[in-house]
């Protein structure tokens, strides 16, 4: 695939060619690895073949939900067994750990060492002025957090963050806490993951969640895959993929990267599967950074001017009808928009548009499935609404092997969703709330993730709490957060792992280290599971197998209802350590307040897994303003990009969860030993007078702001031209915080102007 890379560089990164295909033995050997310097084999094997299986627990990876028709021995991937390795690991950090080392010297390690260290064991505390983290009893720590809420002038100058880990009974005390102490403050993180597809779907088909079940993966004539790299991150996708390639499903990849994962795949779960690849994809369309909202107007211009030249033919007119609103200005505005305007924007030629438009048009049902490279932009909802323009000029909604499938980062980003983790919650939800639990939640709406950063520099938000996460690591521009967090009386962060945000802090901080996904919750005698929604709406149990890392480790339900019963308890008559002691009641709780989940316990009882219902999936019934689907028009922005600057998107490699890094490599794109790499096109690279491995300064451009990295080693790669693309979260110091997508408010990860210098 590449521009050409010598095989021996100077410094930084080893370069080498990236593989031909993905997973394969490979994979295999590196679960291996993984599992043997972790947890141990002994400890690791058994506990990981019950991963995603019926009685055992979720992959604390991604969203993608298990086949349950097709369950395997091994049900899991590559990189979910990287992301159980890690929270399984032996290693614990004992308390000489922090007495060992100041703030200033953990300041000084990198993510990777930090994560290294291994499990929290201990809650922990940093008084004002200190130096170190000293050992706190959890009597003391939630005397802390209740003494500073209840000091705060008003509820609103506490936020409560969310990681997407988080089960669905944690979540649902989480909010309920929340709102039972007075604030809808519950920034998280799919505020800067999917949150411009939740926006956009729910303006124009009335639902925030995708209309696709897996099974419809089996009944797809076509699967437009956008903005997603699935062999890093959802690699048991490819599985499904492939499956419906060998059906005779036809794949489309719009990315400027030609991912590895999507081209050549070895399904690691057959002996067959290891030794031949599958090339999964049929056509890859290299669009440059932000060109999607382009290409998907040309792909929809070739289906309107097929249609034309044959009525009837290609369009499906009677869905149009029916279901959509807005047709008629969608239609006028497309026939306006010119190739040339088309071409440049997305930078793919009319010959390529057109042969991607032949396969839609072909194809009976279609799929569209996507993930950051849509979400994290200016621009980001109205590229997801292209998508659904595009998806409707031929009914794909509501039917099988058809639909829009967003495709979710955290295994539980969408249950925390559904359990009311959201800053701006509905009436309708509220009043629920309220009348279950007999108090008056708050009716304004809170901060988001951005918000609550500028609410903290501004010294509006003074107690922050995570639940989970890595709010520092994973935010926008490095500086000003820290700054904002700086400014907090009290940081809280309840950690499995130590990371970035435990360091930097406010006047006090605490770390409240918790249970994992994998280990057994055992409360009040008896074994407790809990419960998760993946990206299809499918809600599973999860019951962990190993022994805890400590004994002093709270489950995530515990400790929040005894925050909350610390904080709270005296004014409300909720009972929480009765919720802690048995989190069916908690479900019977989700049951009477949350739609879809009527008889929760009793269903899970009999069928294992409940299925969420869906309006759009089950009854083509849009529940937004004008209750059909709204076609929508937007205009192709230009990014202006001065002379001598490119557009950068900030991606994740093979060997990360996100803000946990594994190790300095990615070894689908061919490098080794370094992630502060810049890949650029070989053209871009000579022209700048640079080379491979050439050391530089990356300088970002916002407004009249700038914001300047050093030491980046350049990668020649195949990427477009004028585009270049670095690790998150290496680069988030780059990131303005006033970047964002329009109506999200979601950082826009993926389109920033920099600069480089030779270093
Ligand atoms: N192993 C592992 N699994 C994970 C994660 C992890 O870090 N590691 N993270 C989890 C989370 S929270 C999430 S949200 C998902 C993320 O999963 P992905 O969205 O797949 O992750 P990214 O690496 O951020 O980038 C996605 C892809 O978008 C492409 N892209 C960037 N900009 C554009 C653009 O403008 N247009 C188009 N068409 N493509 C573009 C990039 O080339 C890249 O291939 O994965 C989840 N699963
Ligand atoms: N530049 C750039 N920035 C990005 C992105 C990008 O593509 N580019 N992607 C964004 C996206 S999509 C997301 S989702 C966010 C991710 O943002 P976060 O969800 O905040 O970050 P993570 O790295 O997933 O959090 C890792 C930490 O979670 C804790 N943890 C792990 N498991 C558990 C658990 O079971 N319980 C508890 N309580 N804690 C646990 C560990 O301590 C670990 O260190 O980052 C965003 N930031
Ligand atoms: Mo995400």
């Not at 929270?87 to 200033?104: D, G, N, P, Y």
């Not at 659904?388 to 980003?413: D, E, T, W, Y």
Request: glycine fraction near 8%.
């Amino acid at each position: 695939m590449t521009a050409e890379r010598d095989k021996t560089t100077v410094s930084g990164p080893s370069v080498l060619a990236p593989p031909e295909f993905a997973a394969g033995i490979p994979a295999v050997v590196e679960v291996l690895r993984q599992i043997n310097a972790k947890p141990g084999l002994a400890r690791g094997i058994g506990a990981l073949l019950k991963m995603n299986q019926a009685n055992g627990f979720d992959c604390p990876g991604c969203a993608w939900p298990e086949d349950t028709e097709h369950r395997k021995l091994a049900e899991f991937c590559e990189n979910g067994a990287k992301a159980f390795a890690d929270e399984a690991t032996r290693k614990i950090i004992a308390e000489e750990f922090f007495a060992e080392h100041s703030i200033a010297d953990l300041a000084a390690q990198s993510d990777q060492w930090l994560n290294d260290q291994g499990r929290l064991a201990q809650p922990m505390v940093l008084r004002p002025g200190a130096t170190h983290y000293m050992p706190v009893t959890w009597y003391s720590a939630f005397e802390l957090i209740a003494q500073q809420l209840k000091g705060l002038a008003s509820p609103n100058q506490a936020a409560f963050y969310t990681s997407g880990r988080t089960s669905n009974e944690a979540a649902f005390l989480w909010q309920l806490f929340a709102r039972s102490f007075g604030t809808n403050n519950m920034p998280d993180c799919s505020n800067m993951c999917h949150e411009s597809s939740g926006i956009a779907l729910g303006q124009a088909i009335g639902t925030g969640k995708g209309t696709v079940r897996l099974s419809d993966f089996d009944h797809a004539d076509a699967i437009f895959v956008l903005g997603q790299n699935p062999g890093s991150n959802h690699p048991r996708m490819l599985a499904t993929l492939e499956r419906a390639k060998q059906r005779g499903a036809v794949i489309v990849s719009i990315n400027p990267l030609d991912e590895v994962g999507l081209k050549n795949y070895r399904n690691p779960q057959s002996v067959k599967g290891l030794l031949k690849g599958a090339e999964l994809v049929d056509l890859h369309v290299p669009v440059r950074i932000n060109g999607d909202v382009a290409f998907l107007k040309g792909l929809c211009k070739v289906l309107l001017e097929k249609e034309a030249a044959a009525p009837g033919l290609v369009l499906d007119q009677n869905f149009i009808a029916t279901h959509t609103q807005g047709y008629a200005e969608f239609a006028e505005d497309i026939s306006a928009t010119a190739w040339d305007e088309i071409v440049t924007g997305c930078g793919v030629s009319e010959a390529l548009i057109r042969e991607a438009a032949a396969i839609a048009i072909k194809a009976d049902n279609t799929i569209c499935c996507w993930a950051m490279g849509m979400t994290q932009h200016k621009n980001a909802v109205a590229n997801i609404q292209e998508i659904v323009n595009f998806l409707m000029l031929k009914g794909n909604l509501g039917r099988q092997g058809a639909g829009a499938c967003p495709i979710r980062g955290h295994s539980n980003v969408q249950g925390d969703r559904t359990m009311g983790v959201w800053e701006k919650p509905e009436a309708a939800f509220l009043e629920k709330l309220g009348a279950h639990f007999n108090f008056e939640p708050p009716q304004a709406h809170g901060f988001d993730t951005v918000d609550t950063i500028n609410a903290m520099a501004a010294e509006r938000v003074k107690v922050f709490i995570a639940l989970g996460g890595n709010f520092l690591a994973a935010t926008p521009d490095t500086a000003y957060t820290s700054a904002a967090l700086n400014k907090c009386d009290l940081t809280v962060q309840i950690s499995t792992k130590l990371n970035r945000s435990h360091i930097v802090t406010g006047t006090s901080a605490l770390i409240l280290p918790v249970l994992g996904r994998t280990e057994v919750d055992m409360q009040a005698g008896t074994n407790q599971f809990v419960t998760v929604e993946n990206s299809m709406g499918v809600v599973t149990q999860s019951r962990g197998h190993l022994q805890p890392a400590s004994e002093l480790l709270k489950s995530e339900v515990r400790l929040v209802a005894e925050m909350a019963d610390a904080t709270i308890g005296a004014r409300t008559a909720i009972k929480w350590r009765e919720f802690a002691d048995d989190y069916y009641l908690i479900r019977d709780q989700i049951a009477a307040v949350i739609p879809g989940f009527e008889d929760f316990n009793d269903r899970l009882h009999d069928e294992s897994s409940i299925e969420l219902p869906n309006s759009v999936r089950d009854e083509l019934r849009f529940n937004n303003a004008g209750g059909k689907a709204l076609f929508t028009v937007h205009p192709i922005e230009r990014i202006e990009i001065p002379d001598g600057c490119y557009l950068m998107m900030t991606i994740r490699s093979h060997d990360q969860f996100n803000t946990t890094i594994y190790s300095q490599n990615d070894r689908y794109r061919g490098i080794a030993d370094s992630r502060l790499v810049v890949f650029m096109h070989p053209e871009d690279i000579k022209k700048a007078g640079l080379r491979q491995g050439s050391r530089v300064a990356i300088t970002s451009h916002y407004a009249d702001t700038t914001r300047t990295m050093q030491g980046f080693s350049v990668v020649p790669y195949q990427i477009p031209l004028g585009c270049v693309a670095t690790y998150y979260p290496e680069t988030n110091p780059l990131i303005p915080v006033q970047h964002v997508a329009d109506g999200s408010n979601t950082p826009a990860y993926k389109s920033v102007v920099v600069s480089l210098q030779s270093d």
